[in-house]
């Protein structure tokens, strides 16, 4: 052969060869289950707000906890700094390729079903029912929240639960008990009426209400009077959204008591329907005295820490906690809803069986603990709450102990839309209307959103 032949035909070996050896490569990096090699771990998280960030806290202590015990495997942070949508958003973005997907993003447990749905997310059965520490110490409620279509999607890293907040102060100066704990929906509407009869210039009592405050009119308000009746949002013998249904007319006929504009015992509507409520409630009308009920949510006394955006000395003296009851007291006897985030691993993941070494790691007891006691979240793990850093938590017992019998949204696709119609029959009963009509236009929105084949009346 003639020698320049020779080099061509070598040079085509070669490159043959350089090729050949990259794609082994580019297969071995994307192999999850040989666990040999250095592997990136890429963690997803949202950062908002001022410093410190118990994510980034959390996460890096992780980080040189793994360097040490796995030095194959490298994690590396990706915090997304922007607002609760815009995270949402760039989240799905990422997900969508496998060039640019986190293996591990945190998930707001309400969006799991919708992230599932559209294929983002990877099923965790098998690497969860091999981790007995997952069942044992899992709140049963906070292993559901992740569930959805028969399969578990993600683990819970906290979670937070609703009460009644109510001030002692304006309790004692109307003449009501301050160690209080009412046994039905009929007792919170008679000490608003004393408050508002005895005390004035005070709010007798706060129900999130109405289409700007989106969400926590949903869940603080409505769901966690729902939930307190013989009736659900969701049948899930059946499969169906109740549209309509007796304990769906109490809860808005509860909601018309209290903001009845003839003997309004909620906030006017300045207040009231203003996306800044949630910011308005505890950190301005709570510390100065001039709200006497709220209806809230167990994270609001961190605006009280010396830390917090409205510092407040005298807050643990002054506020009392009492659990929300069901509607005449019977069945549970008590309600609460619960929400949260988890962390999931990504639909294309390269690597899933490292990336949920990863979450086993980070979900540890002293991990989970030190990062809710930093979050201000309620223990999803039962053994993190025996923690003393996490026990010596204002109030820690009494929101843990409601996580046994917390209640929590339906995790469908359809959810977040029949969110903005339970909001908007709440905002019509406010402006006059009967609670049977503002049902009957919840109930043929609903059915126009999920179908009347998925729909039923009670």
Same mark, same amino acid.
């Given at each position: 052969? /003639?020698?320049?032949?020779?080099?061509?035909?070598?040079?085509?070996?070669?490159?043959?060869?350089?090729?050949?050896?990259?794609?082994?490569?580019?297969?071995?990096?994307?192999?999850?289950?040989?666990?040999?090699?250095?592997?990136?771990?890429?963690?997803?998280?949202?950062?908002?707000?001022?410093?410190?960030?118990?994510?980034?806290?959390?996460?890096?202590?992780?980080?040189?906890?793994?360097?040490?015990?796995?030095?194959?495997?490298?994690?590396?942070?990706?915090?997304?700094?922007?607002?609760?949508?815009?995270?949402?958003?760039?989240?799905?973005?990422?997900?969508?390729?496998?060039?640019?997907?986190?293996?591990?993003?945190?998930?707001?447990?309400?969006?799991?079903?919708?992230?599932?749905?559209?294929?983002?997310?990877?099923?965790?059965?098998?690497?969860?029912?091999?981790?007995?520490?997952?069942?044992?110490?899992?709140?049963?409620?906070?292993?559901? &929240?992740?569930?959805?279509?028969?399969?578990?999607?993600?683990?819970?890293?906290?979670?937070?639960?609703?009460?009644?907040? *109510?001030?002692?102060?304006?309790?004692?100066?109307?003449?009501?008990?301050?160690?209080?704990?009412?046994?039905?929906?009929?007792?919170?509407?008679?000490?608003?009426?004393?408050?508002?009869?005895?005390?004035?210039?005070?709010?007798?009592?706060?129900?999130?209400?109405?289409?700007?405050?989106?969400?926590?009119?949903?869940?603080?308000?409505?769901?966690?009077?729902?939930?307190?009746?013989?009736?659900?949002?969701?049948?899930?013998?059946?499969?169906?959204?109740?549209?309509?249904?007796?304990?769906?007319?109490?809860?808005?006929?509860?909601?018309?008591?209290? *903001?009845?504009?003839?003997?309004?015992?909620?906030?006017?509507?300045?207040?009231?329907?203003?996306?800044?409520?949630?910011?308005?409630?505890?950190?301005?009308?709570?510390?100065?005295?001039?709200?006497? &009920?709220?209806?809230?949510?167990?994270?609001?006394?961190?605006?009280?820490?010396?830390?917090?955006?409205?510092?407040?000395?005298?807050?643990?003296?002054?506020?009392?906690?009492?659990?929300?009851?069901?509607?005449?007291?019977?069945?549970?006897? *008590?309600?609460?809803?619960? %929400? %949260?985030?988890? *962390?999931?691993?990504?639909?294309?993941?390269? /690597?899933?069986?490292?990336?949920?070494?990863?979450?086993?790691?980070?979900?540890?007891?002293?991990?989970?603990?030190?990062?809710?006691?930093?979050?201000?979240?309620?223990?999803?793990?039962?053994?993190?709450?025996?923690?003393?850093?996490?026990?010596?938590?204002?109030?820690?017992?009494?929101?843990?102990?409601?996580?046994?019998?917390?209640?929590?949204?339906?995790?469908?696709?359809?959810?977040?839309?029949?969110?903005?119609?339970?909001?908007?029959?709440?905002? /019509?009963?406010?402006?006059?209307?009967?609670?049977?009509?503002?049902?009957?236009?919840?109930?043929?929105?609903?059915? %126009?959103?999920?179908?009347?084949?998925?729909?039923?009346? /009670?």
């Amino acid at each position: 052969m /003639h020698e320049t032949g020779k080099r061509s035909l070598l040079y085509l070996f070669c490159l043959l060869a350089i090729v050949f050896s990259s794609v082994l490569a580019a297969c071995g990096s994307t192999n999850s289950g040989n666990g040999k090699g250095p592997i990136t771990i890429t963690v997803a998280y949202q950062q908002f707000g001022p410093p410190p960030y118990p994510e980034e806290t959390w996460w890096k202590s992780v980080q040189v906890q793994l360097a040490k015990s796995d030095p194959n495997i490298t994690l590396k942070l990706l915090p997304v700094v922007a607002d609760e949508g815009s995270y949402y958003t760039k989240l799905d973005l990422m997900m969508r390729s496998a060039s640019t997907t986190p293996d591990i993003v945190r998930e707001d447990s309400f969006l799991v079903s919708s992230d599932v749905a559209a294929g983002y997310l990877a099923p965790l059965d098998k690497y969860l029912n091999s981790w007995p520490e997952y069942k044992q110490q899992w709140f049963p409620s906070m292993q559901k &929240i992740t569930t959805f279509n028969g399969s578990n999607y993600g683990v819970m890293d906290g979670t937070d639960v609703r009460g009644i907040w *109510y001030n002692k102060d304006i309790f004692r100066k109307a003449g009501l008990p301050t160690t209080w704990q009412p046994n039905n929906w009929n007792d919170i509407l008679s000490a608003a009426r004393t408050i508002k009869a005895r005390v004035p210039g005070v709010i007798p009592m706060n129900l999130y209400s109405g289409v700007p405050m989106d969400e926590a009119s949903s869940m603080q308000g409505f769901e966690m009077l729902l939930y307190g009746t013989k009736d659900t949002l969701y049948n899930y013998n059946t499969k169906k959204w109740v549209t309509s249904s007796p304990g769906m007319a109490d809860a808005l006929n509860f909601v018309k008591q209290v *903001y009845n504009p003839s003997d309004l015992l909620g906030p006017t509507n300045d207040i009231a329907l203003s996306t800044a409520a949630g910011n308005t409630i505890p950190q301005q009308l709570l510390p100065k005295d001039k709200l006497g &009920i709220d209806i809230d949510g167990s994270w609001i006394s961190f605006n009280w820490l010396s830390t917090g955006t409205a510092p407040w000395p005298q807050w643990q003296s002054t506020m009392g906690l009492a659990k929300m009851p069901t509607e005449y007291g019977d069945g549970a006897k *008590y309600v609460t809803m619960s %929400g %949260g985030w988890a *962390y999931s691993i990504t639909a294309r993941s390269q /690597h899933q069986d490292q990336a949920f070494e990863v979450l086993k790691a980070a979900f540890s007891k002293d991990n989970l603990g030190t990062y809710d006691v930093q979050a201000a979240q309620i223990a999803t793990r039962q053994d993190t709450a025996q923690l003393p850093a996490y026990a010596n938590q204002p109030n820690s017992t009494f929101f843990t102990n409601l996580v046994s019998f917390t209640q929590f949204r339906p995790g469908f696709v359809a959810y977040p839309k029949i969110s903005v119609q339970i909001d908007t029959a709440m905002q /019509h009963v406010m402006s006059g209307q009967s609670p049977s009509d503002a049902m009957n236009a919840f109930s043929q929105s609903v059915s %126009g959103i999920v179908g009347a084949g998925n729909a039923e009346q /009670h």
